[in-house]
């Protein structure tokens, strides 16, 4: 069971956006308007109101979505340098072949070619770049065991299933994550962690700490310990941060989350949110996470 949901990405341009996701990685639009005023309200961005927004489905239809939304290009902002939601990870069922898609399509830079996550053999990721300087990871996972707490993917490529947080303080981010929301998270492990080394200019060997958390033993959320030089995400004026604003999960108790919303829950309508009170958390970086009422959603 997973708890994962929703990601949102800032793009400039929703049919550009929406074009790249549908062609390239056989996402489909289920959803698409305008933000209204209410909704950004709770995520404390007026000013992204009444942009234009889709939300797209992957060809599997798992009901975990891509979200994007509409906004100006913020100057001097940089994936990888900044604390926040960092990227996003998508199981897919084989990464080379996913590779060749994406050498071939002319919309994604290839960033990290295939390759055994380090410390993992049975994980292969690789990491691309789109126009809207969305990092995406593209995982194949190489192993059929449930108590790996990684998924088997239904479509060649398939939903989110992990989302990426960049921490000033890993130790005080992955207590929140178990105090507040309950969720199960390991110890911090250190790898070889070739996207910040290369976002930072750091040595290819230098290891990077980080953890994962879990939902009834089902991974959804990695928390990265950031170096030196890492800065505050800074956007325009009363909207969403760039990158990677927000993060959506369900979660089957909301009242163990009274006295943390920073907007409380509300119902609302649509395939996301299905009718139910969604209420607006912050991590202890300031990131979005939208927190949707409702069960975990079947493995896969």
Not at 288 to 296: A, K, Q, S, T, W
Request: charged share 20%; with cysteine; proline share 11%.
């Amino acid at each position: 069971m997973t708890l994962l949901k929703c990601a949102t990405h800032i793009v400039a341009d929703i049919d550009a956006a929406v074009a790249r996701y549908t062609r390239w990685l056989d996402y489909t639009v289920v959803e698409e308007g305008r933000v209204g005023a209410d909704l950004a309200a709770s995520w404390d961005a007026p000013a992204s109101g009444e942009r234009r927004y889709a939300v797209l489905q992957p060809a599997s239809g798992t009901p975990v979505f891509l979200r994007f939304i509409e906004g100006d290009p913020v100057p001097g902002y940089l994936p990888i340098r900044t604390y926040g939601w960092a990227a996003i990870e998508i199981c897919v069922q084989d990464v080379e072949a996913v590779n060749e898609r994406m050498l071939a399509s002319g919309d994604f830079e290839v960033i990290g070619p295939p390759k055994p996550l380090d410390g993992f053999p049975n994980v292969k990721p690789m990491q691309v770049r789109g126009p809207d300087q969305e990092t995406v990871y593209l995982t194949e996972i190489r192993v059929d065991d449930p108590s790996a707490g990684l998924p088997r993917p239904k479509s060649p490529i398939d939903r989110p299933f992990i989302m990426v947080l960049a921490c000033p303080d890993l130790e005080k981010t992955a207590a929140w994550m178990a105090d507040v929301l309950a969720l199960e998270v390991s110890a911090p492990v250190a790898i070889r962690y070739s996207m910040i080394s290369l976002a930072f200019g750091l040595p290819a060997d230098d290891k990077h700490a980080l953890v994962t958390a879990k939902w009834q033993g089902q991974v959804l959320l990695e928390a990265d310990q950031y170096p030196e030089g890492t800065t505050q995400r800074v956007g325009n004026p009363g909207a969403l941060p760039p990158g990677v604003s927000i993060v959506s999960i369900v979660h089957p108790d909301l009242a163990r989350l009274e006295g943390h919303w920073a907007s409380p829950p509300v119902a609302r309508d649509g395939p996301l949110y299905a009718g139910v009170p969604v209420g607006v958390l912050r991590t202890p970086e300031g990131a979005l996470l939208e927190v949707i009422e409702g069960e975990p959603l079947p493995w896969g």
